[in-house]
């Protein structure tokens, strides 16, 4: 099994020691370091600081928002980031959610979002392959813009720079079970935000990974944190929870609430939203089981990290991409699984 260090977005300032994070983690040889975006700090820049830090690590966008960006403006920053790290990066892209894509983007979410994100994966693995002028019929993102408000003067074009490696890989964050199966025909992995070993073996993701092919990626987020008390140590895993499962989504439309759902939490998932869009913070994160903050972490001593892991080592995933600020949480889990 792989490691990865997801560092996320920053929050009101940069994070503090990020590259040196990064580092740390190269020299354990974990696999990838991993940013992310959502109304602040975006995924490429942080990232290309890095690679100009580091040499072998890989460099992933986990994950970088398909709002933001055309898929040729994606494709650009990838290629470019590519040559620059030396073939290190990684694409991971995400559609995210109406609330951002309409109220940051001011975009409008895709009323069939799995044709958006499979027309968008097409264009950009065009642009890799460079074998011709780049164009698609593509009901979002359609190449060359033919609109009643554009000139008609619109003309397919093929990048200038010949990218590095035309199988650069394309991974997708998806939640719901149509999203995923999709994702295993289009792409070269999956990244899932809340993964458990438990609901795994319960068949949760059988139906949706059955057409997976021989060398698909699957890295979860991990939560991971060393520490003597698990109760504390789950408590900065809860309130992520309280604020992606209550607030990161509208009442009717909160993929993460709908996954926590699926993994068998329903009643508690409902009550978190309606505490969370009641003004209540401090009740919704409360609300959030232990229980599910722990099967999606690891958390607590050494020894019992070591227990916990194993599950993970005997699961479907691949790489491990662990959330934590701390290098000596980094240090323990690279001497326990690599």
Not at 171 to 190: C, F, H, S, V, Y
Not at 270 to 282: P, S
């Amino acid at each position: 099994m792989r490691l990865g260090l997801a560092l996320g977005y920053w929050g009101a300032a940069p994070t503090p020691g990020f590259v040196e994070l990064a580092q740390h983690a190269e020299r354990l040889g974990y696999h990838s370091v991993w940013t992310a975006e959502s109304w602040g700090s975006d995924a490429f820049t942080p990232l290309t600081w890095i690679a100009a830090q580091t040499s072998t690590i890989r460099l992933g966008t986990g994950v970088a928002q398909l709002a933001a960006r055309t898929p040729t403006a994606t494709a650009m920053h990838a290629l470019t980031l590519d040559h620059l790290s030396g073939g290190r990066m990684i694409l991971g892209l995400g559609l995210s959610g109406p609330q951002v894509v309409e109220g940051w983007y001011g975009r409008p979410f895709p009323r069939s979002p799995l044709t958006s994100v499979r027309e968008y994966v097409d264009i950009v693995r065009q642009v890799l392959r460079r074998e011709s002028p780049v164009t698609s019929e593509s009901a979002y993102h359609p190449l060359p813009y033919t609109g009643p408000d554009g000139t008609g003067l619109g003309k397919p074009l093929k990048p200038i720079v010949h990218p590095l490696r035309a199988g650069l890989p394309i991974l997708l964050g998806a939640e719901g079970p149509k999203n995923i199966a999709q994702t295993t025909r289009i792409a070269d992995g999956w990244l899932p935000l809340y993964y458990s070993p438990e609901r795994e073996r319960e068949g949760l993701w059988d139906e949706p990974l059955s057409a997976a092919p021989a060398g698909f990626t699957i890295a979860p987020l991990v939560h991971a944190q060393l520490c003597d008390d698990v109760e504390q140590g789950l408590a900065p895993i809860r309130a992520a929870l309280g604020f992606y499962v209550g607030g990161m989504g509208a009442r009717g439309r909160n993929f993460h609430a709908d996954l926590m759902a699926r993994m068998g939490y329903e009643a508690e998932a409902r009550k978190i939203q309606e505490l969370f869009l009641g003004g209540h913070r401090a009740e919704a994160i409360a609300a959030v089981p232990e229980s599910f903050a722990d099967e999606i972490s690891l958390v607590g001593p050494r020894a019992r990290i070591a227990d916990r892991l194993a599950a993970w080592e005997a699961s479907r995933a691949t790489d491990l991409l662990l959330t934590t600020r701390d290098p000596e949480t980094l240090s323990a889990l690279a001497e326990l699984a690599l």
